[in-house]
C-alpha cells in the first residue's frame, strides 16, 4: 500500500505561492522545501483562479464558479429529464382520450 503524507498546512502553500509569485521557479521551491515541483505549480495555478479577477472574460474559473456551474448543469439535467417524462405523459394521455372519447347526439 502507498505511503501517503498529510496535506501541506495552508500557511505553508501560502507562502510557497508567494515565493512562485516574486520570480522564484517551482524546480527551486521543491529543492529547498521537499515538496514536488508539479505540486508547487498545482498550487500556484489554483491559487491564480481562485482569487478575484478584474475582467469577467477570462476563461478560467474559480472553485466557487466551477461548484456553482457543476451544481446548475445537474439542476438542468433534472429538469430536461422532468420536462420529457410530462411530454410523454401527455402524449400518452391524448392518445388515450381520444381512443375514449364519443362525442355527445344531443347538437
Not at 69 to 98: C, G, N, Y
Request: aromatic residues 6%; charged residues 30%.
Amino acid at each position: 500500500m502507498p505511503r501517503t503524507r498529510p496535506p501541506y498546512p495552508v500557511e505553508f502553500r501560502q507562502q510557497i505561492i508567494e515565493l512562485a509569485r516574486a520570480g522564484r521557479t517551482p524546480s527551486e521551491l521543491s529543492r529547498e522545501f521537499g515538496c514536488t515541483a508539479q505540486t508547487i505549480a498545482n498550487w500556484v495555478g489554483a491559487a491564480g483562479r481562485d482569487k478575484p479577477r478584474a475582467k469577467p472574460a477570462t476563461d478560467a474559473l474559480s472553485s466557487a464558479e466551477r461548484g456553482e456551474l457543476a451544481r446548475l448543469r445537474r439542476q438542468l439535467r433534472q429538469v430536461q429529464m422532468e420536462r420529457d417524462i410530462l411530454a410523454k405523459a401527455t402524449a400518452w394521455f391524448a392518445a388515450k382520450s381520444d381512443k375514449t372519447f364519443t362525442p355527445s347526439s344531443n347538437s
